[in-house]
């Protein structure tokens, strides 16, 4: 049956969608995998300098939509891994220049050849959510351990649910585990509790994000890195592992040692 | 002591983290239902009203709520303890029967209520039906004043 579409929703903006895309993008690759991310936040182009491909772009997804030009000609290939590459959204169109039916085409077309299509939606519930829900053979749902996120989790959740989509599967992102244990910041467990879906992720807080960011070199490529550490063991789960969930308490001793190990040092 | 002791862990336990999830679950039980706090306080208000045409009602005691076992169901539960015939409880009875039609009344003319009344309904426990009825008969006199100088 081909390759498997996954899409990065969230309802709320800032959570964590983009980072989290281009993570697993990297995470896969990185596992074997053949895999195309695609940027579907038409008007708000991000993936591309998350992923660190902004000067290699020359067409993008309403190019390829609109006839002008080939799919392969608009994929980007990453500079690291030869069997990732990315389709960058249009910075000066907006959401209604694709049609949920347009990803369809263009998914089915994709999953001949790649293993996993990830799809980085766009914040809110309209056109674009719905562009980038409508190929997904599964949704991952990012929120934050905060209370407006959840929210937002909820409703996303719902809509996905209605159009024969769900469950879905919860990525918790930017979790302070030091704040959770003095109980002034809502636990993995609560969120479970209060939205009842899997969880499949559970990221920490951590600035190496920001460094990543910064750089285009996104964080699970940093081997120093817990978030980067999670994100890998996301992927690991998509494609169907069993890894147990990583202990985020603060404490560097065990920490450094495991990453001094990881690395062979 | 003991009440001392109770009410240091109780706050050690309540962390904002604690209120963030009990904030959570109120306004997803609303959202998930598409029924805002404020309406729903107003329901209660009317099947009590209606229930106490027919039967002497505890309203102390009365427990309407929302339970929900997982995103997709929901249920109302209503507990509504009523009191047994015998004369005086009859003679309550038809008291009973005059507030409710008031209140009914009150209910249609002050639907869209003002953004106060409906913070302080939030911050409350659901079961005052008592002290809400009398707002609503209040709120009522006032429209009626108004109604009697604009004729
Ligand atoms: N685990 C994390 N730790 C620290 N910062 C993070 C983490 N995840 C995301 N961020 C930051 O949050 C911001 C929003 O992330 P982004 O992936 O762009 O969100 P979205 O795509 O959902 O709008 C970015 O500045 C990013 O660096
Ligand atoms: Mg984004």
Redesign the pocket.
């Known amino acids: 049956m081909g390759g498997k579409v996954v899409t990065i929703s ?1 309802g ?11 993570n697993l993008g990297i995470s896969l690759a990185s596992l074997g995998k053949k895999v195309v991310v695609i940027d579907a ?1 038409i008007g708000l182009r ?1 993936l591309d300098v ?1 992923m660190g491909l902004e000067n290699r772009i020359v067409y993008d997804l309403v190019d390829i939509v609109e006839g002008r030009s080939k799919l392969r000609q608009a994929m980007i290939k990453h500079k690291k891994f030869d069997d990732l590459f990315l389709i960058p959204a249009a910075q000066t169109r907006d959401k209604m220049a694709v049609s949920p039916e347009d990803m369809v085409k263009l998914t089915d077309e994709l999953r001949e050849d790649f293993d996993y299509v990830l799809i ?1 939606s766009p ?1 809110g519930i309209e056109r674009g959510f719905r562009n980038a829900l409508e190929p997904a053979d599964e949704v991952l749902i ?1 929120t934050n351990p905060e209370v407006s996120a959840v929210r937002d989790a909820d409703r996303i959740i719902g809509l996905i649910e209605a159009a024969d989509k769900g469950p879905g599967k919860l990525i918790i ?3 302070k585990s030091d704040m959770v244990k003095k109980g002034e910041m809502l636990s993995s467990e609560d969120v479970f509790d209060i939205l009842g879906l899997a969880i499949i992720g559970i ?8 460094s ?2 910064n750089s285009g070199v996104p ?1 699970t490529l940093n081997m120093q890195s817990k ?1 980067g550490m ?1 994100f890998n063991n996301v992927a690991r789960r998509v494609i169907g592992e069993d890894v147990p969930f990583m202990n985020l308490d603060e404490n560097p001793g065990i920490f450094q040692r495991l990453v001094g190990l990881l690395n062979g040092r | 002591m003991s009440n001392l002791l109770s009410r240091l862990l109780g706050r050690t336990r309540k962390g904002s983290g604690a209120t963030a999830k009990d904030r959570l679950r109120f306004v997803l039980q609303h959202d998930r239902i598409n029924l805002p706090p404020e309406r729903m306080e107003e329901m209660k208000r009317e099947i009590l009203a209606v229930i106490v045409k027919y039967l002497v009602v505890d309203q102390d005691r009365v427990e309407i709520d929302l339970e929900q076992r997982d995103r997709t169901h929901s249920k109302l539960t209503a507990e509504i303890p009523v009191a047994i015939h015998t004369p005086t409880a009859a003679k309550k009875a038809v008291e009973n029967t005059v507030a409710a039609a008031d209140s009914a009344g009150a209910n249609g003319a002050n639907n869209g209520a003002d953004a106060d009344s409906a913070e302080a309904e939030a911050d409350s426990k659901p079961d005052e039906a008592e002290p809400a009825k009398d707002e609503k008969t209040d709120a009522r006199g006032d429209d009626q004043e108004e109604a009697d100088q604009k004729s």
């Open positions: 969230s709320k903006g800032g959570v964590g969608k983009t980072t989290a895309t281009a936040d991000n998350i980085d914040a990012v992102n930017r979790l990221i920490p807080e951590d600035e190496l994000v920001l990543a960011s964080v978030a999670a």
